[in-house]
């Protein structure tokens, strides 16, 4: 089965161009979760795409911005991928894989480019929840479990204790494209994809108290229980 590749970015710039009208939306969304000395933690980000106007995400390419005392410590795109026929092929985010550096560059794509069975791409990804199916074609195959919202990226930070921001958006000169559909989970074909609008998400990291503030506040619980318990 022969298959035509072309550079992740070329090819993100040339299907983006192809759309006219960018009808399909893809929010990004953030959370974090910081350690227990909360002066490091870890962050990921979701896409939840649009309905009806397409059968779900093709590609991604994200960058993190931050801002204070936030530096990001390492990144993992996370585009749902399962092998599925037998032959070594893999179905989903399986192209144009890369982790970026620190938080830049994290991109994963969908074969989409050039002539594939059409069973190499997973469809309504970031629209529901599902059990994205392989076994059907009778070669053994797989399942991969789906999440909505779909986790694209992950990785870690560092807070110097002064707190500050994430933010995660398109890699700037890229695109988030998804896959054309005739009707809601239906996908029109390889190379059928078109750019996306893309809403920005974030997180806001609170800064670590001191020390000596945390002491301040601990004895200062301490005297106010000790006046509630006289009184």
């Known amino acids: 089965m022969q298959r035509g ?21 893809v929010t990004l969304t953030m959370t974090f979760t910081p350690s227990a000395s909360s002066t490091t933690g870890t962050w990921r980000v979701f896409g939840s795409d649009s309905l009806n106007d397409n059968a779900g995400i093709a590609d991604y390419a994200l960058s993190l911005g931050r801002t204070g005392g936030i530096t990001i410590t390492s990144s993992t795109q996370n585009g749902p991928r399962v092998a599925d ?37 997973i469809q309504g990804v970031g629209q ?23 986790l694209l990226a992950s990785g870690g930070y560092a807070n110097d204790g002064t707190g500050g921001t994430i933010t995660a958006n398109v890699t700037p ?19 059928n994809v ?25 004895v200062g619980m301490i005297g106010f229980l000790g006046r509630r318990r006289q009184a």
Do not use: Y
């Open 194 to 218: 078109s750019g996306a609008q893309v809403v920005p998400g974030g997180v806001s990291i609170p800064a670590v108290p001191e020390p000596a503030t945390i002491g301040l506040l601990a």
């Open 173 to 191: 000169g890229s695109f988030i494209n998804v896959l054309n559909g005739t009707g809601f989970g239906t996908w029109q074909g390889p190379a």
């Open 5 to 25: 590749f072309i550079h992740f970015v070329a090819a993100l710039g040339i299907l983006g161009l192809l759309s006219s009208a960018q009808a399909a939306v």
């Open 85 to 121: 026929d037998g032959n070594g092929n893999v179905a989903g985010f399986g192209s144009f894989r890369s982790n970026g550096t620190l938080g830049v560059g994290m991109t994963s794509a969908q074969d989409v480019i050039g002539f594939q069975d059409p069973i190499d791409v």
């Open 128 to 150: 529901h929840a599902f059990i994205a199916d392989f076994s059907s074609n009778g070669t053994g195959g797989g399942t991969a479990n789906i999440a909505f919202p779909v």
